[in-house]
């Protein structure tokens, strides 16, 4: 054959597959459709062995929540994705209930019995309690003279034995402390005196829990403390000091040592009428700038040295 009836036969050859094809030939080459291409789609993108399903939920704008950006106690900012320091938790309390009235008053009636039974000093409750400034001097001359009444003594003996022990121990107190000059022992001068003041009818009796000089008066065994001069003191002239010096003040002082001695008995009050002295008497400085200075007696201390009895 010729070279162009080979070529002539070969493009018959091809155009005869061609028609015998048809229009099934185009739907061979496409991929497949329908069911299997989904089938096929869905195989694809199923996950491999040791992969984790993808979520079917879509993606959100939502910011992640505190709780869930909170990772070994750290806070992120939902805002700004920056990390945070977490801020200490405060536990929050339920408001209290509003107290009544009555409530209020029970609490402070409790308070106040409970700070007057655990403080040592209580508050005065009336005028009459109300605490005396003054010095010492009279305080001690008062005092005296209550516990010589209450030792069988006559209320005008024991205003002239308060003056006189209240004088001796403030001589005392003086030379102790350089306000005075100290006494001078002369024994042979201390025996011509005693034997004077024996003619003169002078004794010496109990009061205060010392040995106190007082001569005899009247008939009726009354007698009156001496002086330093060695002569009699004047009751009047006492109760005239005493009123100077507590001024309105003096019954209610009077009372409340009253009260004070007669809780203890007359034969063992003068052992500790001093002692109790030195509880309630005022409080001054000490030494020679305390000398004539003023305190304030507490006669409220005073009722509770009865109550301690």
Known sequence: MSLRWKCTARRQHNTTDKSAAG????KRKSPASGKGAASKKKEDSSPGDGEKPASKKPASNKPASKAKNKKAGQLVDPNTGDKVKAAATVESKPAAKPTSSKQVKAEKTDDQAGASTSSAKA????????????NRAPVLTLWVAVVAQRQGFSEEAGLTFGKAISGMLAQSKGRSIGVFDKKDKDEGAK?????????????????FGM?????????DGDVRALDTSMQAIQ???VEGYLKRAFKDRLQDAKAALKTLADSYKPEDIGKHCYHLYEQFRPTIASGQKGWGQKGQLDLVKIKGLVEQH
């Open 23 to 26: 229009p099934d030939s185009k």
């Open 123 to 134: 508050e005065p409750t009336s005028e009459q309690d109300q605490p005396v400034e003054i």
């Open 235 to 237: 009751h009047k002239q």
């Open 191 to 207: 025996q011509e005196r005693e034997e004077e003041e024996h003619k003169q009818g002078v004794a010496k009796h109990d009061v």
């Open 211 to 219: 040995s106190i000089k007082a001569k005899d008066v009247g008939d």
